[in-house]
C-alpha cells in the first residue's frame, strides 16, 4: 500500500506549520503596544518593538505604516527606506510566505532591496498578523491578490515614490498571487515571484498534481460540512499543519518547512504557519479560483526564482511557461531547496533582483 498522502483539505497545513515555543508565545502577549493609522484608516494596534527575526540594518530607516484595501481591511506593513535617501525612489511591496507575517521573509526581502536604494514595504496580508480583517487566519485568492494592489494604491500617493516606477515580490504562495496582481493591474511596473506556489493548483489538484474530479469533490464535501459546524460552533477550525514533531517518514519538503517555522531561525508568535494554522475552510476558494488564468497577459517585467532542488519547482516552470515577452525571465539556483530563498542571503539573488528593478523600474 501506497504510504497515506497529505490530502488537500490539509495543503494549507502543510505550509503551515504550528509553533510549539511557549515562552515565545507568553512574551509575545506582554508585549508593549502602539497604536498606529495612516490619514483617514482604522487605527491598529502594533508592537513598538523590534521583533523581526532578522536584525535591523543601520542602512535604513524602519517605521510601521497602514493603509486599507478596496475591501475596507486595514493592512499594517514595515516600511524601509535607504538612509539619506532624496528625491522620489523607486518602490517596492512585498508579502509572503503563505502564512507568514512581515517579520519573517518579507521583512528580510524588504530590507535588504532597501538597502540597494528602493524604498520598500513588507505588508501582512488581510486577516493575518496585525492586518485587519475577521475571522482570523483566512486566506482568499481574490483578496490576497487585491492586497498587492492595495499596497500599489499606497504608494503611488508617497510623496517621496516615482508612481511610475512600483514593483512587487511575491514570495511562495504569494509569488502566484503577485503573478495574478501583475495580470490585473498595469501600475506594478516590474514582479519577481521568489520560490513561488500556486496555491490554487495544490489545493485542487494536490501535490504534483495527484487529485482528480473525484478527489475534489469529496474534498467539498468535507469542507461544506465543516462551514456547517464552524455556524453550528460560532468557531472556525484550524486545519492543523506540520506536527510539532516529525514523524521519522516525513516528506522532506515538511521537514525544509519545519526547519524553518518552528526553529529559532524562523519562528514568530503571529505567524499562521509558526502556530494553529489556516481555517480548514479557506481551501474552498482556492479550489474554485485558479490565480494564473490571465498571466499570459502580463506586459511588464517579470523574474521567476526557484531553487533546482524545490519540490515546488513546478510551480514556476509552468507559471513561466504562460508569461509572453522577452521582459520574462526563469531563474533556477542550483542546489537550492524551497525555504532557502526564504532567508538565506548567500542563496537569493539580490544582486540579479536588484538589476532587474535597476532595470524596469527605470
Not at 76 to 91: R, T, W
Not at 108 to 121: D, P, S, V
Not at 122 to 144: C, K, L, Q
Request: hydrophobic share 40%.
Amino acid at each position: 500500500m501506497k504510504k497515506k498522502l497529505f490530502s488537500i483539505l490539509t495543503v494549507a497545513a502543510l505550509l503551515t506549520v504550528g509553533g510549539q515555543v511557549n515562552s515565545v508565545n507568553a512574551a509575545a502577549k506582554h508585549q508593549a503596544m502602539e497604536k498606529i493609522a495612516a490619514k483617514g484608516e482604522k487605527t491598529m494596534e502594533v508592537t513598538k518593538e523590534w521583533d523581526k527575526v532578522f536584525p535591523l540594518s543601520d542602512k535604513v530607516n524602519h517605521k510601521k505604516i497602514s493603509f486599507h484595501n478596496r475591501y475596507g481591511i486595514t493592512l499594517v506593513a514595515d516600511m524601509y527606506e535607504p538612509k539619506n535617501a532624496a528625491g522620489k525612489l523607486a518602490a517596492i511591496a512585498v508579502s509572503g510566505p503563505f502564512g507568514a507575517v512581515k517579520e519573517q521573509s518579507s521583512g528580510l526581502y524588504a530590507q535588504e532591496m532597501a538597502k540597494r536604494g528602493f524604498l520598500t514595504i513588507a505588508f501582512d496580508p488581510s486577516f493575518t498578523g496585525e492586518s485587519g480583517g475577521s475571522p482570523r487566519d483566512v486566506a482568499s485568492p481574490d483578496i490576497n491578490t487585491e492586497d498587492f494592489s492595495a499596497a500599489v494604491d499606497f504608494l503611488s500617493t508617497q510623496k517621496n515614490v516615482n508612481p511610475n516606477k512600483i514593483g512587487i515580490i511575491g514570495i511562495c504562495g504569494w509569488g502566484g498571487m503577485a503573478l495574478n496582481a501583475a495580470a490585473n493591474d498595469p501600475r506594478i511596473k516590474a514582479t519577481v515571484a521568489s520560490t513561488m506556489y500556486d496555491m490554487t493548483r495544490v489545493t485542487a489538484n494536490g501535490y504534483f498534481d495527484s487529485v482528480d474530479a473525484d478527489g475534489r469533490y469529496k474534498t467539498r464535501e468535507a469542507l461544506n460540512a465543516q462551514r456547517t459546524l464552524d455556524y453550528q460552533n460560532g468557531t472556525y477550525a484550524k486545519a492543523g499543519g506540520v506536527p510539532d514533531v516529525l514523524p521519522k517518514d516525513a516528506p522532506f519538503f515538511v521537514k525544509d518547512y519545519y526547519d524553518y517555522y518552528k526553529t529559532k531561525r524562523g519562528y514568530h508568535p503571529r505567524s499562521v504557519n509558526s502556530n494553529a494554522g489556516w481555517n480548514k475552510t479557506s481551501a474552498l476558494s482556492f479550489m474554485n479560483m485558479p490565480i494564473l488564468s490571465y498571466a499570459s497577459e502580463i506586459k511588464n517585467a517579470v523574474l521567476v526564482i526557484h531553487g533546482e532542488k524545490a519540490h515546488s519547482r513546478y510551480f514556476s516552470e509552468t507559471a513561466f511557461k504562460k508569461l509572453k515577452g522577452d521582459n520574462k525571465e526563469l531563474m533556477i539556483i542550483p542546489g537550492a531547496v524551497h525555504t532557502d530563498l526564504y532567508d538565506k542571503l548567500e542563496v537569493i539573488p539580490f544582486d540579479k533582483i536588484t538589476a532587474f528593478f535597476d532595470k524596469y523600474l527605470k
